[in-house]
């Protein structure tokens, strides 16, 4: 069973769920003298589009039609039932998912990297600089920039730059210069090189090396594919679609699952949703994020002010944290191994909106191994974390004898993570 809508169908709107936290969030503090961050300190970083967005109170917020026209090269995307998942488990529970693996960069990162974009071109921005884990974000971006005439500077984890290298590929072919992070590019990517010159390096690292090369470069900004309010705003089409999806066949889901690493493709499906819990409207669902055991940032974090990136370029932040100088593992799921969490989306856990659980390595590739065999698709390492989650609460159903509707975001496919695959199938998974 598959759900399609129409191009006329598309949102127009994104939602901000902000205005539905039970208390305003708490300000970003400035690095330097701890107090809120002045307007003038963020665009340093952003365009006054994007800080108007991330410190906006609005509900809805217009999608521009050049954005529009780019979305509906791959948007609507579609809500898909596993079918075939369902029947090798035997469980009564029905299980769909929001494919968001057919946009170009083949995952759900361009639904903020395109509008990231336009805002830069219409600010007289000519370059942008970001980081990218797994190579996803730095992809679409990437993608994105070609659009609007815009040059694009990645900075790669390392770790993934040796593990992905077709990611990096794909980045070069649209057009982005791409370096393994740490790198000899910048003051923060050499201090780490001096203390280990094979250093695997870490989304904080490469965020201080990209806002670094921001700051100091003229007519350049910078995008984060993760984590802000307005990238988790961009990313609510997923939730806006897959809501008119369900509603065409009569139904609503008991369970939303996502996998998290900053936040935003979890927070996009589940946003949605969430609102209508809060609102009373729908109380039942309950919303599971879920992440890696050796990157656990909502599990065993703790619920304080930090730095968003390693060296402390950034502004401080509320968020459940592992500690800006926490390096995770080499793991394979590079898009989740980031020691903090989008702000928006840890206030919404802290409140008891959201449940998170934690998947070793080794567990979720199993679980994407049997969603490959089973609906063949490869998902991304990042996405097979919501499906072990998706498989165990449909076990539980069979146990239960429960009919539950399970929606989970399927954020992209592992096309280009089939080394990842290659390890697992060999037994070197860690």
């Known amino acids: 069973m598959k759900v399609i809508l129409s191009t006329e169908e598309l949102p127009r709107k994104w939602l901000n769920l902000a205005p539905y936290l039970p208390e305003p969030l708490e300000p970003p503090l400035d690095p330097q003298t701890k107090e ?21 109170q609005e509900e809805w917020l217009e999608i521009p039609e050049d954005v529009l026209k780019v979305y509906s090269l791959y948007r609507p995307t579609p809500l898909i039932r596993a079918e075939n998942l369902e029947k090798y488990l035997e469980t009564p529970a029905k299980i769909f998912y929001k494919y968001e693996g057919v946009s170009p960069p083949g995952s ?29 974000w730095g992809s679409s971006l990437a993608f994105a920039t070609q659009f609007f005439g815009l040059e694009c500077e990645v900075y790669m984890v390392r770790a ?9 590929i794909l980045m070069e072919l649209w057009g982005a210069s791409v370096s393994p992070s ?33 700051v100091t470069s003229k007519d350049t900004k910078y995008a984060l594919g993760s984590v802000l ?34 936040g935003s493709n979890f927070a996009g499906l589940a946003f949605p949703f969430l609102k209508h819990k809060i609102t009373g409207e729908k109380t039942h669902t309950e919303f599971l994020a879920v992440e890696p055991e050796s990157c656990p940032t909502l599990t065993k974090g703790e619920y304080r002010y930090d730095y968003g ?37 840890c206030a919404f ?4 909106f959201i449940k998170a659980k934690a998947y070793s390595q080794g567990e979720v590739f199993s679980a994407g191994v049997l969603f490959a065999k089973t609906e063949g698709i490869v998902p991304a390492p990042e996405s097979t974390h919501a499906i072990k989650a998706v498989i165990d609460l449909a076990l539980e159903c069979k146990k239960n004898k429960e009919e539950k509707i399970i929606l989970f975001n399927l954020s992209g496919h592992g096309y280009f993570d089939l080394s990842a695959y290659d390890a697992y199938l060999k037994g070197e998974i860690k």
């Open 36 to 56: 809120p961050v002045s307007p003038e300190k963020l665009l340093a970083i952003f365009p006054e589009s994007i800080v108007e967005q991330e410190v906006t």
């Open 309 to 345: 990136d390693t060296v402390g370029l950034t502004p401080l932040i509320k968020m459940y944290t592992l500690g800006a100088d926490f390096v995770p593992p080499p793991i394979h799921a590079g898009g989740l191994r980031y020691h903090g969490d989008a702000p928006l989306l």
């Open 349 to 352: 856990y802290h409140h008891g």
């Open 182 to 214: 740490p790198s000899d590019k910048t003051e923060s990517g050499k201090k780490f090189l001096a203390i280990d010159p094979e250093h695997p390096g870490s989304l904080g690292i490469a965020i201080s090396e990209a806002i670094e090369r921001a």
């Open 229 to 262: 309010n307005h990238v988790l705003h961009h990313q609510t089409v997923i939730g806006l679609e897959a809501e008119l999806q369900m509603k065409k066949l009569g139904l609503y889901p008991d369970y939303v699952v996502g996998c998290v690493g900053g």
């Open 108 to 136: 759900h990162k361009p639904n903020t990297a395109i509008p990231q974009a336009y805002y830069n071109k219409i600010s007289g921005i000519k370059r942008l600089t970001t980081e990218t884990g797994a190579g996803q």
């Open 160 to 168: 993934s730059f040796k593990q992905k290298p077709y990611r990096r």
